[in-house]
């Protein structure tokens, strides 16, 4: 009865049936003091009218919102269930679309957690209930990650909790790739290490929100993470919490997987660093281009002409 009520923030775009599967875990879970915000980005798969059905069908409540009507009378009305679907009217990006949810979240004075969980996810059932364990544990902690295990292979790991930026190159190595799904790791040493948690699998707290803000919905896709952490230096920790095991699909949205890359994935990846990159590190910049000349090179090999354009006038124009 004394556990923190968390809210679920679940970002779905054309993908009702991953997002009905998370659901179907998250309802497994024991931790019990939770309510889910289903948002919707203007989906063009009738991913709202197939997630309602699918909740008839397995006689589960689910309250349903357009973001035009307002979320505080949303808050007030909020009363048959603990799921609810907003409908955003427009594709946010991943930045925008869980900042509904987190607002809506944070209208409720009870919330001191908000959860933000990839809907290509399937939560172990301990995987709440150890998050907040691991949060509780140290006030100055604001952001912990999970053991994102590879759900195409469950004996390995995609990362343990984050990852690491180097600022110079601007790569990312996720802590722990390829590792055995069974290796336990030194957790102090990871926590030293990791630049930012990885969205996939986040849990925010309240003081954290309140102190340093949403995420910036300059980033349509990916460096968001990376944004909040480098926002939060100094302030709050990051932190990871080995017992809560995620299953992540990776790249289900955009198809932005590690073995192919959607030309919606390649452009906001190329234009997010851009981005980060001229607001914390603009003396790394002269290095950054000389990777994208040599992601231009890469992708004549490959022929893809239309993506050497593309990065082009991303040079030319990020701010």
Not at 76 to 89: A, D, E, M, R, V
Not at 256 to 284: E, M, N, Q, V, W
Request: glycine share 6%; aromatic share 12%; net charge positive.
């Amino acid at each position: 009865m004394n556990s923190p009520l968390v809210y679920i923030i679940i970002l779905n775009w054309n993908g009702y049936k991953d997002t009905t599967t998370c659901l179907e875990s998250i309802l497994q879970l024991e931790y019990y003091n939770y309510k889910v915000v289903i948002c919707d980005n203007d989906s063009s798969d009738n991913s709202v009218s197939k997630i309602i059905k699918w909740s008839k069908h397995k006689s589960i409540k689910i309250d349903y919102l357009e973001y035009a009507q307002g979320l505080e009378k949303a808050l007030k009305n909020h009363k048959h269930s603990n799921i609810l679907l907003i409908q955003t009217g427009k594709n946010l990006g991943f930045a925008g679309g869980n900042n509904i949810g987190i607002r809506y979240a944070l209208l409720d004075e009870h919330c001191q957690y908000v959860w933000i969980l990839n809907n290509d996810t399937i939560v172990d059932s301990k995987s709440l209930k150890s998050l907040v364990i691991r949060t509780e544990q140290d006030k100055d902690i604001g952001i912990c990650g999970s053991r994102l295990l590879d759900y195409h292979d469950l004996s390995k790991v995609q990362a343990w909790g984050g990852a690491k930026y180097n600022v110079w190159s601007g790569t990312v190595k996720h802590i722990g790739y390829g590792k055995s799904a069974q290796e336990h790791p030194d957790i102090e040493m990871i926590e030293k290490s990791m630049t930012y948690v990885i969205g996939a699998s986040m849990l925010v707290s309240r003081n954290f929100l309140e102190k340093i803000g949403l995420m910036n919905e300059k980033y349509f896709l990916y460096y968001e993470e990376i944004d909040w952490a480098t926002r939060a230096k100094g302030y709050y920790k990051m932190a990871y919490a080995h017992d809560s095991i995620v299953y992540h699909k990776e790249g289900g949205s955009t198809d932005g997987r590690r073995d192919s890359c959607s030309y919606i994935a390649d452009y906001h990846a190329k234009k997010s660093r851009l981005i980060f990159t001229k607001t914390y590190y603009p003396l790394s910049l002269p290095i950054i281009y000389i990777r994208m000349f040599g992601a231009i090179f890469n992708r004549i090999i490959k022929r893809q002409y239309n993506r050497v354009f593309m990065i082009l006038r991303l040079m030319l124009t990020t701010n």
